[in-house]
């Protein structure tokens, strides 16, 4: 069995990252981070232009028909460049009319998605930390949505939102031509930015039934997570490494003390071999494993802490200039803690996916 990735992977994964360097090193991340919408539209334009919109659409409807291998693969590379922009509600929002559309829902918005010229988003939690289907209290009265959803990735932005509404379904609403009251939240990460959501007697369309896609979204989610943590997490790691090679104590780099070296070693040793479990998470939704809801449980759990622990490691190795907003660190340190937070903590996956093991 092959375990390495295949040469169009690698190429996706290249073509990806030399597009958000090329955009995003010369300062527009840190623009995009300091400006009012977390949104650049010349940079989402070309991620969209090399087909990242329609990596897990069906080539019928203008995508490249991939799994969510694939889809993760470039996820990981976002995480590495800190990339800004609505990328994670934007494929969860094409994963889930794909998978549970009707014809003619598949046929009005996939190729819009695929291509960009919609932008999706998906709106799953809500307040009290509340983000599995069978805790969502969104009502649905005959074709009408009535509660709120909050976190929501960009909801300004969207052309298309898929909803988790009460009894585990799903719904779509388009919010530019629907009754719904927007507004920002200020979140820490502010390269993926998130608003709150209110529906009054706002006007939606069935998803599917039943609760089974409302769970494979959420269990992408979790992966699509778990690929950006490992992502933020190896470059934060290799940010201190080269940074500790410069800076000077003594009169000598402080990347030759004992105590540095160790702590740089045991973190590379907890995230190097992490990058396995956030491969296999996508490959069990993609082969529909009985146990992906588990896995991708504890690829977020895991991920998303290896991502916290090591960005503390990062900003401690650093001194004082970790903790400033004039370094870049800060950047990836506040998007560890959006993987940590969003579509629920580590400690609660630990607990669905023992739930799950024990309904197994």
Request: with cysteine; aromatic share 8%; proline share 4%.
């Amino acid at each position: 069995m092959n375990f390495h990735l295949s040469d169009e992977q690698v190429a996706l994964q290249d073509a990806v990252q030399r597009h958000a360097r090329e955009s995003l090193d010369g300062g527009l991340r840190r623009a995009v981070f300091e400006g009012a919408d977390g949104f650049d539209a010349s940079y989402w334009r070309g991620l969209m232009d090399l087909g990242v919109g329609g990596i897990t659409i069906d080539e019928a409807h203008g995508g490249m028909g991939l799994g969510l291998v694939d889809l993760a693969l470039v996820a990981e590379v976002l995480g590495y460049e800190a990339a800004p922009g609505p990328f994670l509600g934007h494929v969860l929002a094409a994963r889930a009319i794909q998978a549970a559309g009707s014809a003619a829902q598949k046929a009005r918005w996939l190729p819009l998605l695929a291509t960009g010229q919609a932008v999706g988003t998906v709106a799953l939690g809500e307040p009290g930390d509340r983000w599995t289907p069978s805790e969502w209290g969104v009502a649905v009265r005959e074709g009408w949505l009535s509660g709120m959803k909050s976190p929501v990735p960009y909801p300004a932005l969207c052309d298309v939102m898929v909803v988790g509404v009460q009894g585990g379904g799903l719904m779509l609403v388009e919010p530019k031509k629907s009754a719904v009251a927007l507004a920002a939240l200020d979140g820490v990460d502010r390269t993926r930015r998130l608003g709150t959501v209110r529906f009054g007697s706002t006007a939606a369309e069935p998803l599917g039934s039943g609760a089974a896609a409302a769970a494979d979204l959420l269990d992408d989610c979790c992966v699509l997570l778990a690929a950006d943590a490992f992502g933020g997490a190896s470059r934060v790691l290799q940010m201190t490494v080269d940074y500790v090679k410069t800076r000077t104590q003594f009169g000598v780099a402080i990347g030759s003390f004992q105590g540095v070296k160790h702590r740089l070693a045991n973190a590379a040793c907890e995230v190097e071999p992490a990058r396995g479990l956030y491969w296999y998470a996508a490959l069990a939704q993609d082969q529909r494993q009985p146990d992906r809801s588990r896995i991708a449980s504890l690829a977020k759990a895991h991920l998303a802490d290896r991502f916290n622990a090591t960005a503390r490691t990062a900003v401690e190795l650093h001194g004082g200039i970790g903790f400033t907003w004039e370094f870049d660190l800060q950047i990836w340190v506040k998007r560890a803690m959006f993987d940590f937070a969003f579509a629920a903590t580590p400690m609660r996956h630990r607990s669905r996916a023992m739930q799950a093991e024990a309904a197994a």
